[in-house]
């Protein structure tokens, strides 16, 4: 059902779902998670003020998480670490070696979708 509400074309289309969702959900006699999905709904709804082009990568956390993989690749590579202050080291390394390689100056978004945005709207 939260994926209905997220798959709408736009803003007022998912706040209408969920509302349809949370009444599906009090049918259900689940009152209190209709009222926590009212009541959070807004908050996650937040990326689509923003231009479509950008909802994808502003709603998901693809590139944190393919980082926190690499970084567990080396470290399971490792093994063990005899102190916390090389496992810092490692991950530190590898954090310095991505933003000095491509990968990490690499645009996630274009930013050209922007600049014809209301900037009050999006900053609401």
Same mark, same amino acid.
Request: with cysteine.
């Given at each position: 059902?939260?994926?209905?509400?997220?798959? !709408?074309?736009?803003?007022a289309a998912a706040l209408e779902k969920s509302?349809?969702?949370?009444?599906?959900?009090?049918s259900m006699k689940l009152n209190k998670a209709? =009222?926590?999905?009212?009541?959070?709904?807004?908050?996650?709804?937040?990326?689509?003020?923003?231009?479509?082009?950008?909802?994808?990568?502003?709603?998901?956390?693809?590139?944190?998480?393919?980082? =926190?993989?690499?970084?567990?690749?080396?470290?399971?590579?490792?093994?063990?670490?005899?102190?916390?202050? #090389?496992?810092?080291?490692?991950?530190?390394?590898?954090?310095?070696?991505?933003? #000095?390689? !491509?990968?990490? #100056?690499?645009?996630?978004? =274009?930013?050209?979708?922007?600049?014809?945005c209301d900037a009050e709207s999006v900053l609401?």
């Open positions: 059902m939260l994926k209905a509400i997220h798959a !709408q074309e736009d803003k509302g349809r969702v949370a009444e599906k959900l009090r209709a =009222d926590k999905l009212l009541d959070g709904i807004a908050e996650t709804l937040t990326y689509m003020d923003f231009p479509e082009e950008h909802w994808k990568k502003i709603r998901t956390n693809n590139a944190v998480e393919r980082l =926190d993989r690499e970084i567990r690749r080396r470290t399971r590579f490792i093994g063990t670490f005899p102190d916390g202050e #090389s496992a810092l080291m490692l991950v530190c390394a590898r954090l310095r070696h991505v933003v #000095s390689t !491509q990968w990490g #100056s690499k645009k996630y978004m =274009d930013m050209k979708h922007l600049y014809g609401d």
